[in-house]
């Protein structure tokens, strides 16, 4: 019983790390997952490592086929409809109740700087990444675990819609200074007009995700 909880304990890291690559956009929609390569990777067997593809799995975040392997999930329109309905509930919500002193504060200035440095070197991939991490924060506003530990599912997923777009830089570039606004709102005292601007910012983002998801769609 013990060696099979360490077992289940390992895949959950194991998955936890995969996870974190899908968000930070290491890992795109469609791709075939390499079980050696990556067991070398993380330094793991391959064994552990199935597991931890059959908790991705499970989560919708990997999908298998028989006799050809594991591959990164693709979302469909309606999870990514879905997905950002849950963003509006648990973001604006946690925005919209912050204290502008909160500790999470710190980590939304240092995503928001991250940007623009990213912006200026012209790296659209850490863009995005610090974007992930400046809702992340937003999520941590409200002080739940359990709320963390579901938005870094969501998260995952949203980052695999981000990959259906071909231009990172149209995807991301409008969003460095919606950050800062937001952020500014939120440090002026004004987290009901932060939750506001945020609504609308996701608004305007799953629009530009859905778009493309449709041109994707269409028949060639």
């Not at 990444?129 to 809702?135: K, P, T």
Request: with cysteine.
């Amino acid at each position: 019983m013990i060696e099979a909880d360490a077992a289940g304990t390992l895949a959950q890291r194991l998955a936890e790390r995969i996870r974190d690559k899908l968000i930070a956009g290491e890992l795109r929609p469609g791709q075939k997952l390499s079980e050696a390569a990556l067991a070398s990777t993380l330094d793991v067997s391959r064994n552990s490592l199935r597991e931890a593809f059959r908790l991705l799995t499970k989560e919708g975040l990997l999908r298998h086929e028989p006799n050809r392997g594991v591959f990164v999930a693709t979302p469909s329109m309606a999870s990514i409809i879905d997905i950002y309905r849950v963003r509006r509930v648990l973001e604006c919500r946690a925005l919209e109740q912050a204290y502008p002193k909160h500790p999470a504060v710190i980590r939304m200035r240092t995503s928001v700087e991250r940007a623009n440095k990213a912006r200026e070197d012209g790296d659209w991939s850490s863009v995005g990444s610090a974007n992930m991490a400046f809702h992340a924060a937003i999520v941590d506003l409200a002080d739940s675990s359990r709320l963390n530990a579901f938005y870094a599912h969501i998260a995952a997923e949203l980052r695999l819609s981000f990959g259906l777009l071909p231009d990172p830089e149209m995807l991301h570039a409008p969003y460095v200074d919606l950050n800062a606004n937001i952020l500014a709102m939120l440090e002026a005292g004004k987290p009901k007009e932060a939750a506001a601007a945020l609504d609308a910012y996701l608004a305007q983002s799953e629009r530009t995700v859905l778009a493309a998801f449709a041109r994707i769609a269409e028949p060639a």
